[in-house]
C-alpha cells in the first residue's frame, strides 16, 4: 500500500523559507512514472498545485509560484522536498504532497498546516 | 491558462441523485483536457473518485459517476448518503494542473 507523509515546520515566520519534506513507502520515486506533487489549500479555499518533480530530477512549477518554489528528489530516502522562499501570510495552507498518475492525483498524503507568523 | 468554474454548494436528501458541474474555460479553443474529481471530508486529505472524466478507482463506490460534454465536466452521485457530504472538486490537466474551487455537497 503506497502511503505519502509530510513532515516539517507548522510555523514559518513571515519572509522566511517554507521547508517540508514528504516521505514515500510502498513505492518507489525512482519507478520513473510518476509525477511527486506539492498542492495547498488555504484556509477555506480550494486546492492550489505547486509543482512537481520527476524521479529524474526535472521540475516544472505553477507560474504564480514559480519564482518562490524548488522541489527536490532524494531517491537514496525515497523522499522529496518543498521550498517555498519569502513566505508571507498568504501562503499560510494546509500543505499535501501527492503522486500524480499520467493526469490525475491517485494517492495523497494526510497534509500538513503551515502557519505564517509575523 | 484553463480555469474551472464550480457551483460553490450543492444540496439533496438522502436517496436522490445529485449532480456537480465543472465548467472550464480556456484560451485554446477546442481544448479536450481530461477531468478528475476529489472528495475531501473535513481534515482528511482529498481523494481521487474518478479520473479520465468518466472512469472510476478500484474501490470507490459506483454510486459516483463521471462524464464530460463539450466544455462542461459532471459528476454524479446516487443514491446520495449521508457519508458523502463533502468538498468536491474537478481538476484538469493542460500543461500544469488547474482545480476548480470546490463544491460544498450537503446532504439535508
Known amino acids: 500500500q503506497v502511503q505519502l507523509q509530510e513532515a516539517g515546520p507548522g510555523l514559518v515566520k513571515s519572509s522566511q523559507t517554507l521547508s517540508l519534506t514528504c516521505s514515500v513507502s510502498?513505492?518507489?520515486?525512482?519507478?520513473?512514472?510518476?509525477?511527486w506533487s506539492w498542492i495547498r489549500r488555504h484556509p477555506g479555499k480550494g486546492l492550489e498545485w505547486i509543482g512537481y518533480?520527476?524521479?529524474?530530477?526535472?521540475?516544472y512549477y505553477n507560474p504564480s509560484l514559480r519564482s518562490r518554489v524548488t522541489i527536490s528528489v532524494d531517491t537514496s530516502k525515497n523522499q522529496f522536498s518543498l521550498e517555498l522562499s519569502s513566505v508571507t501570510a498568504a501562503d499560510t495552507a494546509v500543505y499535501y504532497c501527492?503522486?500524480?498518475?499520467?493526469?490525475?492525483?491517485?494517492?495523497w498524503g494526510q497534509g500538513t498546516l503551515v502557519t505564517v507568523s509575523s | 491558462q484553463s480555469a474551472l468554474t464550480q457551483p460553490a454548494s450543492v444540496s439533496g436528501s438522502p436517496g436522490q441523485s445529485i449532480t456537480i458541474s465543472c465548467t472550464e474555460t480556456?484560451?485554446?479553443?477546442?481544448?479536450?483536457?481530461?477531468v478528475s474529481w476529489y472528495q475531501q471530508h473535513p481534515g482528511k486529505a482529498p481523494k481521487l473518485m474518478i479520473y479520465?472524466?468518466?472512469k472510476r478507482p478500484s474501490g470507490v463506490s459506483d454510486r459516483f459517476s463521471g462524464s464530460k460534454s463539450g466544455d462542461t465536466a459532471s459528476l454524479t452521485i446516487s443514491g446520495l448518503q449521508a457519508e458523502d457530504e463533502a468538498d468536491y472538486y474537478c481538476?484538469?490537466?493542460?500543461?500544469?494542473?488547474?482545480f476548480g474551487g470546490g463544491t460544498k455537497l450537503t446532504a439535508l
Open positions: 480556456s484560451s485554446a479553443v477546442g481544448s479536450y483536457n481530461l
Open positions: 518533480i520527476l524521479y529524474s530530477g526535472s521540475t
Open positions: 501527492a503522486r500524480a498518475m499520467r493526469k490525475h492525483f491517485d494517492q
Open positions: 510502498g513505492a518507489s520515486i525512482s519507478s520513473g512514472v510518476y509525477y
Open positions: 481538476c484538469t490537466y493542460a500543461g500544469s494542473w488547474v
Open positions: 479520465e472524466d468518466s
